[in-house]
């Protein structure tokens, strides 16, 4: 039941709020990671604290956990930033809301060509026609990536370090083209080791670390490995 | 409320050219953040981050759990099936949305400290409604966020998806009355004669006078 505090923002004073930031913003990302999925497990048991379990339940059901929405905000901002509690509960709504929207354009589509069965290819193409378009490239890499290690789920390591970086790799074959929409590599290469220290951990810099790769690259744009054709129109991410 | 920063900040100025020579009076009245970025928030860098997000090597974690997401899904009654890539697919992309909204929130808390001559260190909902408000994409985001009648909405002829900004946005201006001044939309809206209003004017003057 200990565990299940932090993540019980509902209805709370501030006071008990700042508590919890200062808890997130201390621990290292790993165990808040951990702490996040006994969470959830908790919340899935039924087991409410609440006052009102009923409606609670049921709002709990219809948003995204708050720690996760947390967490990858304060990955974008300022270490000294602060969020306050409606606009935490602001960003969850607004992901529910954009999962129905992208959901119900998808499956439009779905209906007019006949089918039952929403895909990915039906999302990102939902997403591309909803003015979302900058996201459909890196979606692509990352579903890619994500059929490749489903693929070869029997065969490959799934821990292995070297496996990770053959695949990486794999996909920065796949980047070529003027990067016009990244920065260049000489000025940023400096702010992009301060984002990663500040956004507070190792494992994100790694990722300021796999940008500097690109960027000496000059991968601007993705071709997609499993064959894609009708989303190479938004290769650019302008 | 704790405010230990803001001492030892440095700008670094941002390699493409830009119109507009940045403001010195504006930096030396109202200190930057605690970290020294190219002005992380601007479009170019709010795509690259988006697609960092793209090229995350841990596939198998996901953000959130897909049985929610599954469950938002099939709330709608028309949707039937979907397959197991799909709530991977969106938890991803609720990643970059969060992301996405977060930037453009904070381009607004840090304009809105600006305003009120003190810094302002905290996102509030109204920020979000000033970003929802600002970019037509998110106006399926109506029913969530109030808009905020003090933001012009861009013109989606003039920025197709909201991301190309007027140069006077990247270096930190406001956001509204730059894009009065270096792209207004065909049908210009009448701004409210609100006290607010009247009290960003008379600070703007002010800052671009060097009364402060």
Known sequence: ???????????????????????????????????????AGDKNNGIVVQQQPPCVAREQDQYMPIANVIRIMRKTLPSHAKISDDAKETIQECVSEYISFVTGEANERCQREQRKTITAEDI????????????????????????????????????????????????????????????????????????????????????????????????GSSSSINGMPAFDHYGQYK | MEENNG???????????????????????????????????????????????????????????????????????????????????????????????????????????????????????????AATTRSFKFTFLGDVVPRDPSVVTDDPVLHPDGEVLPPGTVIGYPVFDCNGVYASPPQMQEWPAVPGDGEEAAGEIGGSSGGN
């Open chain 1, 1 to 39: 039941m200990e565990r299940g505090a932090p993540f019980s923002h509902y209805q709370l004073p501030k006071s008990i709020s700042e508590l919890n930031l200062d808890q997130h913003s201390n621990n290292p990302t790993p165990m808040t990671s951990s702490v996040v999925v006994a969470g």
């Open chain 1, 124 to 219: 990102l193409w939902a997403m591309s026609k909803l003015g979302f378009d900058n996201y459909v490239d890196p979606l692509t890499v990352f579903i890619n990536r994500y059929r490749e290690i489903e693929t070869d789920r029997g065969s490959a390591l799934r821990g292995e370090p070297p496996s990770l970086r053959q695949t990486y790799g794999g996909n920065g074959i796949g980047f070529h083209g003027p990067s016009h929409g990244l920065p260049p590599p000489g000025p940023y290469g400096y702010g992009m080791l301060d984002q990663s220290m500040v956004m507070g951990g190792g494992r994100y810099y790694q990722n300021g670390s796999s940008g500097q790769d690109e960027s000496s690259v000059g991968g």
């Open chain 2, 7 to 129: 001492n030892n900040n440095h700008y670094l100025p941002q390699p493409s050219s830009s119109q507009l020579p940045p403001p010195p009076l504006y930096y030396q009245s109202m200190p930057l953040p605690s970290y020294s970025l190219p002005l992380p928030y601007s479009p170019q860098m709010r795509n690259y981050w988006i697609a960092q997000m793209g090229n995350a090597t841990d596939v198998k974690h996901h953000a959130f759990p897909l049985t929610r997401i599954k469950k938002i899904m099939k709330s709608n009654p028309e949707v039937n099936m979907v397959t197991a890539e799909a709530p991977v697919l969106i938890s991803k992309a609720c990643e970059m949305l969060i992301l996405d909204l977060t930037m453009r929130s904070w381009l607004h808390t840090v304009e809105g400290g600006r305003q009120t001559l003190k810094r302002s260190d905290t996102l509030t909902r109204s920020d979000i409604s």
